[in-house]
């Protein structure tokens, strides 16, 4: 006969109790061990254990003509556990060393229990390095995930890690982050503290206090230190904690309570549990086993224990003894109305352990194949995917099952308290996680708790971390141009973008107007019009000179020389033009190099010119050989050829060193944005405007020493007034520059160019086309003559 055991952890306070079904076909034992809970307790745990062997035993679709037996055993201590645990190692009392474990058959293949993670790591490396199947109902500490230490283990509950992350999620979701954390000195706690600090290190979270209580903790110390510290929601993973706080007196905090307590009945009828506050559990899906009741009944009714009967307080006695070691079942009612947090955990994993044996047996309809050899091993190597009562038990690739959960709200005001639902959280067939918050009874105010270090800033101020946990700091105010997005840094104030503006304590930033001289503004299309106005008169008197090139009026004016003087300021004018629209690298580098360089041409002409006029009714007599060699060698346009190189020279390294860019000017205007050319960076316009300031200068010197020269050849009106007007008109732009950063500084940058080149038009040119259009008996040689004769005289007398 074959002899297969299951081992059920549930400890029931019965010291190595057999109980077994009779034996078929073939015969499969279940042992059983537990030691925390109370004793009605652990038997709603060992009745939920029978009821799956018998209903398996009785039905025809799993194990087909085959019968389950279970072996149960007390795990009161770690130590006294080991003799009872050795038994199913051992053949004939004794376990011998093996050199492979294949083909091994111990007494049990499979093993369920116990309940908590702390028995379940004592036992645990027994049944793994036989790659015995453990079967977990209650052990949820994370670290049996590490299939590398426990690779034979499996649970039917969710692990630590789902917990801890379903307690994160109710955090934050009523935006607490100020919290405590206490537990006991045991695995479940100190494993679940472990993943709690770890998994909060994304979030916004801080532990404030952490305690793993023992035997000697002052729980009065602890209680005292969370009120000091202001925490006001309390992570329990122990009970006996709860009672302490009634015991002190807390009142109006939140406590969220592990699955190892969230539906303690005991707990709820402690007199001032409706004080502390607002308790939250959460606890694994409630699932209803039917027919377990009527079992219950059923056994009951079976039972002669008179010791229990007549005194059910020896029920509630937590530690081992003997007092019912006679009694076969227990007052129905006391073992119904236990907690039902494992009751399906433990349902589950034995009819796990049976679909693993009915897949390794090859089981049908019809029956198994009873011939086959059963290993431990090949429980773990057949697919445990079954449906029961609705649900579908399943396992992922590291033997866990999905979590779901139960988020329960303890309803202190009412008599009983009550396990109300108010939310679920569920990681299969889809993540859900809910909470109804229309549905919780705050303890206070009927208002969430404020739960945090510090209060939350307002709009426009970020964080300034105070002290060494980031939950506690200080709001400081962002400054102009910064901005406080909470969503993205909350302790930074974030810069504007470039076309973006803010005031102090601003939560986002308003767009720049961008201002520009347009094409289509009046006093843009004036300035042009000006300019294209400016140009044909330039061409107009171009070709009154080129008509009249032969005449004494054309040829006193300078002759060939004028075309190049108006040329220059035509190609200056165009100048005006760089000005408008969207600058762009071209407009910046053209719209001041253009008008200085052709500009300092026509005055390099002007100045010859007055120079070459003077020389002749002055200097000509007295430096004969100096004139004789000026005529010869064409000695102006030397001096302009010179001139102009020294310029281009000035302008070419102007242009490849330190040329004007664009720029966005966000800082003149706090709501705008000004596209101009940087100016204040250059530092080569300045040398050639002084260049051109210089030959202005000189111009107005050459002038003024030819006021007593002929009419027809003093020109010393003219260039004084298109000077006067250059000099003004650039003081006027300087000025408004210094003063403004309006756009309009630009526009009035153009107006001085143009006004500069209309000087020398107005003054210079225009008169003498007056002469040529109008008064044409003063263009001929005769009045020249008269006119130079007049002024020989003159100087004669004198």
């Given amino acids: 006969m074959q002899r297969v ?170 935006g607490w982050n100020w919290v405590a954390f206490i537990g006991s000195k045991d695995e479940y ?111 009951q009714e079976q039972s002669d224990c008179a010791a229990c009967d007549s005194n059910p307080d020896l029920l509630d006695q937590a530690f081992c003894n003997q007092d019912c070691e006679n009694c076969t079942t227990l007052h129905a009612a006391n073992i119904i109305n236990q907690s039902p947090i494992y009751s399906f955990p433990v349902y589950a994993a034995i009819y796990a352990m049976a679909n693993a044996l009915h897949n390794a047996l090859s089981c049908s309809e019809t029956g198994c194949n009873k011939s086959q050899t059963i290993y431990p091993y090949m429980g773990l190597r057949v697919s445990l995917n079954f449906s029961l009562l609705g649900q579908y038990v399943t396992f992922d690739a590291e033997n866990e099952p999905p979590a779901s959960f139960t988020i329960l709200l303890w309803r202190t005001d009412m008599k009983p308290v009550v396990f109300q639902t108010i939310g679920t959280y569920e990681t299969q067939p889809v993540f859900n996680f809910t909470i109804y918050d229309e549905q919780i009874m705050w303890h206070k105010n009927r208002t969430v708790p404020f739960a945090n270090c510090s209060a939350e800033c307002k709009p426009g101020f970020v964080r300034k971390q105070d002290g060494l946990q980031r939950c506690c700091f200080q709001c400081v105010e962002c400054g102009i141009n910064y901005y406080a997005n909470q969503t993205v840094d909350l302790y930074t104030c974030l810069k504007c973008q470039e076309d973006e503006w803010s005031t102090e304590r601003s939560s986002a930033c308003i767009k720049r107007s961008v201002e520009y001289l347009h094409f289509n503004e009046p006093l843009s299309i004036m300035i042009m019009v000006s300019a294209t106005v400016f140009i044909l008169l330039v061409i107009t008197v171009s070709i009154l000179f080129a008509y009249n090139y032969n005449t004494p009026v054309v040829r006193s004016a300078g002759g060939s020389m004028c075309f190049l003087m108006l040329g220059s300021l035509g190609l200056s004018s165009l100048s005006v033009f760089f000005y408008f629209g969207k600058p762009q690298p071209v407009d910046c580098a053209l719209r ?30 007295k430096f004969p050989k100096v004139h004789t060699w000026w005529v010869k060698h064409n000695g102006q346009w030397l001096v302009i050829i010179g001139i102009t190189v020294v310029q281009t020279i000035i302008c070419t390294v102007w242009m490849s060193v330190d040329r004007p860019m664009p720029q966005k000017d966000t800082e003149s205007f706090r709501d705008k944005m000004l596209l101009n050319c940087d100016r204040q960076t250059m530092s080569f316009m300045p040398i050639t405007l002084s260049f051109t300031w210089f030959l202005s200068f000189l111009c107005f010197c050459f002038s003024y020493m030819g006021t007593d020269l002929p009419k027809n050849y003093n020109e010393a009106k003219a260039i004084t007034f298109s000077l006067l007007l250059f000099y003004v008109s650039w ?20 107006a001085a160019e143009l006004f500069s080149a209309y000087g020398i038009l107005f003054s210079y040119f225009l008169p003498k086309s007056y002469i040529i259009v109008f008064e044409p008996q003063k263009n001929t040689q005769e009045f020249f003559q008269s006119s130079i004769q007049s002024y020989t005289q003159t100087i004669s007398r004198m």
């Fill in 5 to 174: 055991a299951f081992h059920v952890f549930l400890l029931a306070h019965w010291h190595h109790i057999f109980f077994q079904t009779g034996c078929q076909a073939s015969e499969f034992t279940l042992p059983v061990q537990g030691c925390i809970f109370t004793l009605k307790e652990y038997y709603r745990i060992f009745q939920v254990m029978r009821f799956a062997v018998e209903q398996i035993n009785n039905s025809t679709a799993i194990l087909p003509n085959v019968t389950l037996g279970y072996d149960i055993f007390d795990h009161c201590s770690d130590a006294e556990n080991f003799p009872s645990l050795l038994q199913f190692f051992s053949q004939n009392g004794s376990i011998k060393v093996r050199t492979s474990y294949n083909m091994y058959q111990p007494k049990v293949i499979g093993f369920t229990g116990p309940l908590s993670s702390t028995e379940s790591m004592t036992a645990a490396p027994l049944f793994m390095m036989d790659l015995i199947p453990m079967i977990g109902y209650a052990a949820t500490s994370n670290a049996f995930s590490d299939k590398w230490k426990y690779p034979s283990f499996l649970r039917t509950v969710p692990s630590n890690r789902e917990q801890i992350k379903l307690i994160i999620y109710i955090i934050q979701h009523f």
């Fill in 189 to 299: 706690s100190e494993n679940a503290l472990k993943l709690f600090y770890s998994m909060i290190g994304k979030t916004n979270i801080c532990l404030a206090y952490q305690e793993l209580l023992t035997d000697s903790s002052k729980h009065n110390v602890t209680l005292y230190n969370i009120n000091r510290m202001n925490i006001n929601v309390i992570i329990v993973f122990t009970e006996n904690f709860i009672q302490s706080a009634i015991q002190f007196k807390v009142q109006d905090k939140v406590w969220i309570a592990s699955d190892a307590w969230s539906m303690d009945p005991n707990l709820s009828k402690l007199k001032g549990i409706n004080k502390v506050g607002t308790i939250f559990g959460v606890t694994t899906k409630m699932i209803t086993i039917p027919g377990f009741s009527e079992f219950v009944y059923k056994s």
């Fill in 592 to 621: 001041n190099m253009l008008f200085i360089y052709f500009y300092t041409v026509c005055l390099a002409c002007l100045g010859v010119r007055s120079f070459q006029i003077v020389c002749i009714f002055k200097m000509a007599a």
């Fill in 731 to 750: 003081i006027v732009n300087f000025t408004t520059f210094l003063m403004s950063k309006d756009k309009y500084v630009q526009l009035v940058d153009a």
